[in-house]
Nanobody, 124 residues
């Protein structure tokens, strides 16, 4: 398995910013795309952002484009999600996930391993 652990969640007021981190374990020669997903109560899991294996290509959902930025540091085996201009609709459990392929996929069943999730709550 690839193990993933999210951190950096919490409670933020609308209009504020938050940065999520995901530490993962993999062998030195792995070439894995990574993604951020979220799920709010009563809603389906949705894709937030995806990054390819070396970080030179990204995908963002329309609802977060221009507000969120995904990045990665392969030497540290970490990926990040910088979230700005947060609103109440961003409240959800956020998950980091790993795809055992180097290229971007935009649907959650394409991802193979998942972190346990971390709560992000935006207050008005």
């Amino acid at each position: 398995q690839v193990r993933l652990v999210e951190s950096g969640g919490g409670l933020v007021q609308a209009g504020g910013s938050l940065r999520l981190s995901c530490a993962y374990s993999a062998d030195t020669f792995s070439r894995y795309a990574m993604g951020w997903f979220r799920q709010a109560p009563g809603k389906e899991r949705e894709t937030v952002a995806v990054i390819n294996w070396n970080g030179d290509s990204t995908y963002y959902a329309d609802l977060v484009k221009g507000r969120f930025t995904m990045s990665r540091d392969n030497a540290k085996q970490k990926v990040y999600l910088q979230m700005n201009s947060l609103n109440v609709d961003d409240t959800a459990v956020y998950y980091c996930a790993c795809r055992l392929e180097p290229t971007i996929a935009t649907t959650w069943p394409k991802f193979d391993f998942w972190g346990q999730g971390i709560q992000v709550t935006i207050s008005s």
